[in-house]
């Protein structure tokens, strides 16, 4: 994530006070991404990530860090919140609530093959499943009522082809969401914006016989409770998509898919709807990106996302043309 708030040195050993962490031996801001200041932290004890939460509040937090910790209690590879001295699990500085949590190992794969597909489809498979006994609720905050409330702001910066799909889409999403299909939709915590550089690959063993190892999945910041298809379209928008085009490459999308389902079956209307889902997952990416172009905050560090490219996408999903199908098992 970008760094919108800067810490000193001596701001941050007054805040390690707090952790029984050892003594910091470097500290860097991470500079991609738009919505929290992230920082590698490296101590006598370990390789951490110290965020300061830009948007998200004190309120909001337990159901993020609690989520983290209830996953890696189920052997899903996520980071793993630090509990300060007082046991909580994040604390505040610079009058922002921030955490610090495990680094994981690995690198992203920018340019995914199948094999990096297979891992990912098992492993939000196994994250699905495992949430379903998770306590705390809170819906995915970026769904349709905040697509609703935001568009309206987005609307007067765009013109023609462009203002017309972004209403007329959204006016597909409020009836597919008011369907009964759609209620039927199996459901839980999601992750909601597992995008290939929200996971880390690292060296499979030679004895394992895999050719990649998935290190694990990252900024849990966005996940909130939604249609487990959802956060499957999410994924498969990023992982299986050719960038220049937004066109599905079928073989990543196939193995993608079918890895899913051998943890966890598809039903007959998630079969019914992966394309309104698919476009569902384009739009919510859509209109972020619009916002964060047209309505930027200051950060010292700010790159922001193209919106063209999920506008490209969201338009590829529109035509239905040669969509790779979901093999369901209860047909």
């Known amino acids: 994530m970008a760094v919108f708030t800067a810490v000193t040195e001596p701001q941050l050993a007054e805040w390690m006070r707090h952790y029984d962490l050892g003594k910091v031996v470097e500290f860097r801001g991470i500079p991609s991404g738009i919505e929290n200041s992230n920082f590698f932290l490296t ?67 920018m340019a995914p093959q199948v094999e990096h597909c297979v891992e990912v489809g098992q492993m939000l498979a196994r994250m699905h499943l495992a949430g379903r006994d998770y306590a705390r609720y809170q819906p995915n905050l970026r769904s349709l009522p905040w697509w609703q409330e935001t568009v309206p702001t987005i609307l007067p910066f765009l013109e023609g082809a ?20 759609y209620a039927r939709l199996p459901e839980g915590p999601c992750h909601a914006d597992l995008f290939r550089d929200n996971a880390l690959f690292a060296h499979a063993a030679p004895e394992s016989g895999h050719e990649v190892r998935l290190g694990g999945f990252f900024d849990f910041y966005f996940a909130g409770c ?106």
């Open 162 to 181: 462009q203002r017309d799909l972004l209403s007329s889409e959204l006016t597909h999403q409020e009836a597919f969401f008011a369907s009964a299909d």
């Open 226 to 331: 939604d249609k487990w298809l959802f956060d499957v379209a999410v994924t498969v928008n990023d992982w299986c998509v050719d960038l220049a085009t937004g066109k599905l490459d079928e073989a990543r999308t196939e193995a993608l898919l079918r890895a899913y389902q051998t943890v966890r079956p598809f039903t007959v209307e998630e079969n019914r709807h992966w394309g309104n889902m698919l476009r569902a997952g384009a739009y919510r990416f859509w209109v972020s990106r619009l916002y964060d172009f047209h309505l930027p905050r200051a950060a010292e560090m700010l790159k922001p996302h193209d919106p063209g490219h999920f506008e490209r996408i969201l338009r590829e999903r529109l035509t239905g043309a040669a969509l790779p199908g979901i093999h369901s098992s209860c047909n």
């Open 43 to 109: 101590t006598t004890r370990g390789e951490y990530v110290l965020t300061i939460f830009e948007k998200l509040t004190a309120g909001q937090l337990p159901f993020y860090l609690d989520l983290m910790r209830h996953l890696a209690a189920h052997r899903v590879p996520v980071p793993d919140p630090m509990p300060r001295e007082d046991g909580a699990l994040f604390g505040t500085l610079h009058g922002k609530p921030a955490a610090i949590v495990t680094k994981l190992e690995g690198a992203p794969e």
